[in-house]
Each structure stands twice: as structure tokens, then as C-alpha cells.
């Protein structure tokens, strides 16, 4: 399995496949025997209740938790568990629910910092500086400038992240997502505690990046609105377990899913 | 209107991404360097030698060793002493298995064993992070002087357990040993310590300081992007070694000439002063690692200045009141400026960007 594996399926085939996961730590089950499959280029959204087990699933779609049962098929190849370093050399990038940026450094800099991987110019070379080090960091600094002027980032470029408002540092965290340039592309809850404006442009960010650069996207998501505006397939989580799965408007009318999200009387 | 930017427009991401942007900036470190190279080797005298010029080298580049480690990668480190030794010793050995080797060729050499030693202290920092880290590092500084000390190998079987060095020679100039003339030790240490600073900016502005700093700021995400953790600590443990290595050998060879190990590199006359440095200069600043060694360098020597040449108190009286300032400088440091002179230095810099304006 690798980022060109991922490359060759072709559009509308199965990229990831999740058979039967099941993650426990100790005794509470955070998942049990969750099967569902993200279909490249789609927006595939999680949806759930608070502990649904939205952000494990992440996790072990990009590695950071070891499932203790099931498999993963990633671009065709079935694996135990994925490695955090090979989801993102796989092409897998994501944004976290509490952000996750690197505070101290500019934008611009947490921004390059999601082009390391693709740097492959030794220390030494480094410490010197001439020729090749040079062009390189030219290189990725104008697939950088790209990004900022796809999300506006410009007037912030040298701003520390750790100053920078909510909405704007959810903005840069999507922004070093992207400067990965990522295949298939997490986002763990990119409009949580933001204004419907905020709402619309983070909408807006994530579509285009669907429809433009084809990036496939996991999404969670509480706001139900956007859910089911932006998505293509929807599965619900409730208690680790899967509940339902399927097109908007089918989630939309599915009992299971309304139950857990209202509630049933007796 | 002193420190205006206005109208330098950068049409190229290489100019934008230079070590001095600025005009001023540029102009600044010329004529720093003008001086340095041109001028202070013609007018040096022994005491400014002994007393602040070379002490001020030797200790900025252990700063910029300890900043990269723990400013720039957020590994605290009380090991600098220890790694210090390692450096010197090995410079020492090194001159008496190999009587003819360059003495340049030794100091990097010493620095490359100073940094393999680094790696294996810095492994720890995989699993523990801030004080605990701390005191692992703790445990090397103790372990390294007490090596250095227990082992006569080191020292090569001398009565004293102290070690001595002998007279190398660059162009046919002595830079080490009793005889070498202040302009030849000075400049030794500046040609070093330039080079070497400008290979530590480099690292910093590209790939490996960002992943320095991410793992620095939020490890997690850092793995994430793809950062290995204990790949990027270790080359920070690695590279900080050297630096701090190479500060170790030039104090030994080129400044003090002779050595004990428990005197000379204590947690209390290195370990600590040096951390000293970066936390008063800016933690995470080149600049700040210069301005905190020439700070910690040149207040001792303006404090008694002050007490016993113009105040009148006795010597011994001074260094009482010098350890009390101390302290309370430090306290002070941490409380008004935690960032450092570095930080002063830029809001100085934004305030004679506007002058006379307030605004």
C-alpha cells in the first residue's frame, strides 16, 4: 500500500475499507465491530452523539489508536493497524477537534511544516544552504503561497498561530492539512464553535477542495445542517456501534438515527 | 523613522526568506562584522581576550548548542557541563594519539564524538518530556564528570587528574597554549563560531528546524504530518551535542589551556549559566543566544567594576552582592520579560520604527 496505490483507483471505488473494528481501552468499548467503506473522492461524513466514538474512528483511520479487532484495507492491502508516519506518506492528512497547531510558528511556517515529507534535502545540505536546499524550500514555499491564497490566509502569513482567533486558527489548521496535499483529507469537527459566516466559508473551503483538487473527505460534523448538505454518505455511530448508513436523505428518515439523536419514549 | 521597512519590497520568496531582510539589518551585521574581523584583532589586548571576547565566543556557541535542544526543539537539558567535558577530553585525547593533526580538524572531531554521546543521553526523551527530561539530563552531567574523573584513561594517568594542553598551531600561528597572542586565539574561536552560527540559522529557517518546532509546540500533530518523534529529538540532542561539544573543546584548549573536570564543568559553572543564557537572551532566538552570553559574560565584570572600583567595596564583599544581583535578575527575567532581550530587542525595534511618533 502506497500514496500511488491510492492514486491508481479510480474515482467512486472503495479507498479505505473498515471490516469489523473493534476498540477497547480496558474495559469501556469505544467501538465494536464498526464496517464501513469511503469511497475515493466522495465527502463521506461520521455523525453521532457526544462518545459515539466519531474521533476514535479517526484515529484508527490514520493510526494514532491501534485497533484491538478487525482490519483496515487501505488502496487494496489489508492491514491490523495503520502508523501515523505511513498514513501520512499514504496521503492521509487531518485536522483535530481541539486544534492542533504548532503555536509558537507563523502561519507560514505550520503551513511548511505540512510540506516535510515531502522534502528530501539531508541536514548537511541544510546547514549550508546553497543550490538545491534553496530551490526546494522555494519550491514548496510557492505550493504554500498557493494555499494561503486558496483560504485568504495572506494578511496573517506572519502572524504566531497561538495569537490568531478561533475561526482563523481552524482556517490554518485545514491550511497545513492541505499543504500536504493530501488524497484523502480527516477533518474532526472544522466548524465547531464557529458562526454561521464561518460556517458558510469553511463550507465553501471544503468543497472546492472536493470538487477541484478531488481530495477525498472524512468529515465529522454535529452541525446537521451542513451534514447533510455537503456529504455524499453519512454513517451514525452510537455507544462504539454502527447504527446507520447510507445517503442523506435515508439517514434523515432512518428510525435508529433519530432515536439516538432524540431520544426514545417509553 | 529610524528602523523604517518602507519601500523594501521583496519580489522573490528567496530574498523574502533571507537570514536579514532588512536593509538596516544587513548594513548592521557588516559593519558588526567589520569590526570583528578587521579591527578588534589589531587592538585586542590579553585582558579583553581572557576576560570577555573569547569567554563571550565560546559560551554564545554552547547557548546556541543548549537553544537548539531546548528554545528550539523544547527539550530541557542540565547536561551542558557534561557535555562540555566530553568535548574537551576528547580534544585532549585526540592531541595525544594524533600529535600532528590540525587542531581545527580536532575541535569538529571532538564535536562529532560530544554529539554521539548526545544521542545516547538524549534516547530518555522519547519517553519523558519537561522536568523529568531534566533530570535524566541531570543524571548525564553527573555521570560524564564523574567518568571523566574516575577513569585515569582520560587524563592520561597524570598525578593531578588535570589536563594540560599543548601548543597547535594554524598557519604557523599558535592558538592554543601558553604562547599563543590574543589576536590568533580570538580570531580562532570567531572563525568557528560565525561559520557554525550561520550553519545553525540555516537549519533552523529549513526543514529540520520546523520539525524541531513542531515537535516542539505539539507532538501529536507533529507525528501526524509525519514528523518521527525520536528521529527529529535525537538529531536535536545530536546537533545541539556538537555545538555544545565544540564550545567544550575551545574552552579547554583555546581559553583556559588547563583543566580539572569537577571545577571547570560543574552544573554550577556551566550547566546553569548556560541555561541562564538562553532564558535571558530568548528561548528559540539566535539572536538571543548571543545577547544572553555576552550578558552573562560581561555582568560580572560590570558589577565589581562598579562595587570595588567606583563604590570602593572590597573584593570579597562584591562577590556576595554579584551572586544576590544574580538571582534577583533572574527572578526579575522571568517575571517582566520571559521571552528574553530578544523580545526587548524587537519591541525596540517596533518603537524606532515610529519615532518620534508614539504611533
Known sequence: ?266 | MIYKETGQYKSSYKSDHAIFPLLQDKIAFSTLMFIAFLIIPFVINSYWEKAILVPFLIFSLAAIGLNILTGYCGQVSLGTGGFMAVGAFSTYKIMTYFPDMNIMIIILISGLITAAVGIIFGLPSLRIKGFYLAVATLASQFFLVWLFNKVPWFYNYSDTGQITVSERTMFGIPVTGAEAPSYATYLFCLVLVVTLSFAAKNLIRSKMGRSWMAIRDMDIAAEIIGVPPLKTKLSAFAISSFYIGVAGALYFAVFLGAIEVTESFDIMTISFPVLFMIIIGGLGSMLGSFLGAAFVVTLPIGLKFLMVDIVGLSAVTAKHFEITIWGLLMIVFLIVEPHGLARLWSIAKEKLRRWPFPY
Do not use: C, W
Not at chain 1, 18 to 47: C, H, P, Q, R, Y
Not at chain 1, 204 to 209: A, K, Q
Not at chain 1, 218 to 236: A, K, P, Q, W
Open chain 1, 1 to 266: 500500500m502506497s500514496l500511488e496505490d491510492l492514486k491508481k483507483i479510480p474515482y467512486g471505488k472503495t479507498a479505505i475499507e473498515l471490516k469489523n473494528i473493534s476498540l477497547a481501552f480496558g474495559g469501556v468499548k469505544a467501538l465494536t465491530d464498526v464496517s464501513f467503506d469511503v469511497k475515493k473522492g466522495e465527502v463521506f461524513a461520521i455523525i453521532g452523539p457526544n462518545g459515539a466514538g466519531k474521533s476514535s474512528m479517526l484515529n484508527v483511520i490514520n493510526g494514532f489508536y491501534k485497533p484491538t479487532s478487525g482490519t483496515i484495507n487501505f488502496a487494496g492491502t489489508d492491514r491490523n493497524e495503520m502508523e501515523p508516519e505511513l498514513a501520512a506518506k499514504s496521503g492521509i492528512a487531518r485536522t483535530f477537534q481541539n486544534i492542533a497547531l504548532f503555536k509558537g510558528m507563523s502561519t507560514l511556517d505550520n503551513l511548511m511544516t505540512g510540506r516535510l515529507l515531502k522534502q528530501k534535502q539531508n541536514f548537511l545540505m541544510q546547514a549550508l544552504y546553497f543550490g538545491p536546499v534553496a530551490k526546494e524550500e522555494e519550491e514548496h514555499r510557492e505550493s504554500v503561497e498557493r494555499v494561503i491564497d486558496f483560504l485568504d490566509l495572506q494578511s496573517i502569513r506572519r502572524t504566531p498561530v497561538g495569537s490568531l482567533p478561533y475561526g482563523l486558527q481552524k482556517r490554518v489548521e485545514l491550511g497545513r492539512a492541505l499543504a500536504m496535499e493530501p488524497e484523502i483529507l480527516l477533518l474532526d469537527e472544522p466548524m465547531a464553535g464557529m458562526n454561521v459566516e464561518e460556517k458558510q466559508d469553511m463550507s465553501r473551503f471544503v468543497l472546492t477542495v472536493n470538487n477541484e483538487l478531488k481530495t477525498t473527505i472524512v468529515l465529522i460534523e454535529h452541525d446537521m445542517g451542513v451534514v447533510m448538505d455537503i456529504s455524499d454518505r453519512i454513517v451514525v455511530l452510537d455507544y462504539g456501534k454502527k447504527i446507520g448508513s447510507g445517503l442523506p436523505k435515508e439517514i434523515r428518515n432512518n428510525k435508529a438515527v433519530i432515536d439516538a439523536y432524540l431520544g426514545v419514549s417509553d
